[in-house]
């Protein structure tokens, strides 16, 4: 019997430390900035090391070139422009840009 565990119970355990890091991060963002950049940055090794990838719910909050944690008119701007979300980072300036999801069109007239 292997001393590890089995691959499934630890991936179900990486995701629980990454939601609980994320968590803690946003509840100590307002006391201590540096320590929930510091909860980003183990969430994303926790979650490189188990080969698990980041819920899509959690991906819009952290910066991918510093792993600071984003909060909007803090430490992230975010822009509506040309049809995308733009999120800039204030720590790095990086920019993360997210198509918004308009309905596509034919000859002027919606598809349903």
Not at 12 to 22: H, N, V
Not at 34 to 52: D, F, Q, T
Not at 62 to 88: A, M
Request: proline fraction near 3%.
């Amino acid at each position: 019997m292997s001393r590890k565990g089995t691959r499934s119970d630890r991936k179900l355990i990486a995701m629980e430390r990454i939601s609980i890091l994320f968590s803690k991060a946003e509840d100590f963002f307002s006391w201590n900035q540096e320590y929930s950049h510091h909860c980003v940055r183990s969430a994303r090794l926790i979650a490189m090391k188990e080969r698990v990838k980041i819920p899509p719910r959690l991906k819009g909050k952290y910066c991918r070139k510093c792993n600071s944690f984003l909060v909007s008119g803090v430490t992230g701007r975010v822009r509506i422009y040309r049809g995308r979300v733009i999120i800039t980072c204030l720590n790095c300036g990086s920019h993360r840009r997210i198509p918004t999801g308009r309905s596509k069109k034919s000859n002027g007239k919606e598809e349903n």
